[in-house]
């Protein structure tokens, strides 16, 4: 099942989810400044599939695939 969600909107689940900032979530990934997710928001780049795996290590719960191209669930536990 693909859902209504673009990357940001994705993103900011997640982030959202671990009750962090944007700044906080960034840092938390090892990435250098959270411009790098602002890039995703303005539509610039998509998630990339580093950034997919940097986010599936800190935080397994969260799937890949739906991080990536929206299909299934956030959770892996919902599947």
Known sequence: MTNRFNNWERLIKVIERYAKSVNAFAMGLGLNR????????????????????????????????????GVGDMLLSEH
């Open 34 to 69: 959270s411009e790098n997710l602002y890039h995703i928001r303005r539509g610039t780049y998509g998630i990339s599939r580093d950034l997919a795996n940097r986010i599936s290590e800190k935080y397994p719960d969260i799937d890949k695939v739906w991080l990536l191209a």
